[in-house]
């Protein structure tokens, strides 16, 4: 299995709601991202885990919140969002822990409206 | 402060044509990549160079880098429809220890 799994493929949501974003690998890798790229615009990195703990945090705002429940499992739960996180949300994952500059295997990312 | 800047911002040929993008950049690297991005997918990656290696290939692909004037090329030969897409260079300052993106170049290969 060679894949970064992410649901759902879009999502639609107030600015009061309470969602979640999910993505999963089974290629072992031990370090997981989630990055923010809106429209015509290069992926932002947002948050990196390795080993299961977070290991770098771009200064993203806490309205959203990235847990990482197991090696193979990365969620960003979100809460009282603005119209301004519209984007394509991705997950990545790479081979070692601690080391992230080395190929990065995207999911298809979630497309979020915020309405 | 973005490390990687991609000319040209946009490139439209005709399909079986050779396509050339470039990668500059501002600091000293350990690696940089080439990644494709197909309209609203994740992005592929397609080639990592090191700072030690000047040329490589993949396929229909040849990525070169020129580390002295901090820039980098990337030449898809006998272009197809399929190959339409985003493309990004990233590259890792040293100590940095992540990845950055370039603006990207869109592709647009016309049958």
């Known amino acids: 299995d060679t894949e970064v799994t992410q649901t759902p493929k879009h999502l639609v949501m107030g600015m009061t709601n309470k969602k979640s974003l999910k993505c999963e690998q089974h290629?072992?890798?031990?370090?997981m991202y989630w990055y923010k790229q809106k429209a015509k615009k290069p992926p932002e990195l947002m948050f990196v885990?390795?080993?299961?703990?977070?290991?770098i945090n771009e200064s993203v705002p806490s309205r959203f919140s990235p847990e990482c429940p197991n090696s193979s499992l990365l969620n960003l739960h979100l809460h009282a969002l603005q119209p301004e996180d519209s984007a394509l949300y991705l997950c990545?994952?790479?081979?070692?822990?601690?080391?992230?500059?080395?190929?990065?295997?995207f999911g298809s990312g979630t497309q979020l409206s915020v309405l | 402060s973005q490390q990687g800047e991609e000319d040209p911002q946009a490139l439209s040929i005709q399909e079986g044509e050779n396509a050339t993008m470039n990668c500059s950049y501002k600091?000293?690297?350990?690696?940089l990549q080439w990644y494709r991005q197909n309209s609203g997918r994740g992005l592929v990656h397609l080639i990592l160079?090191?700072?030690?290696?000047r040329e490589k290939h993949s396929g229909r692909l040849r990525v070169t880098l020129d580390t002295s004037k901090k820039s980098s090329s990337l030449l898809i030969t006998a272009s197809r429809a399929a190959d339409t897409a985003s493309y990004f260079c990233?590259?890792?300052?040293?100590?940095?220890?992540?990845?950055?993106f370039g603006q990207g170049t869109r592709l647009t290969i016309n049958p």
């Open positions: 990545a994952s790479s081979p070692q822990g601690g080391q992230f500059n080395e190929k990065l295997f």
């Open positions: 290629m072992g890798h031990r370090a």
């Open positions: 885990y390795s080993y299961e703990k977070l290991s």
């Open positions: 600091t000293s690297i350990n690696n």
């Open positions: 160079i090191r700072s030690n290696e």
């Open positions: 990233a590259t890792d300052a040293w100590g940095a220890q992540k990845l950055v």
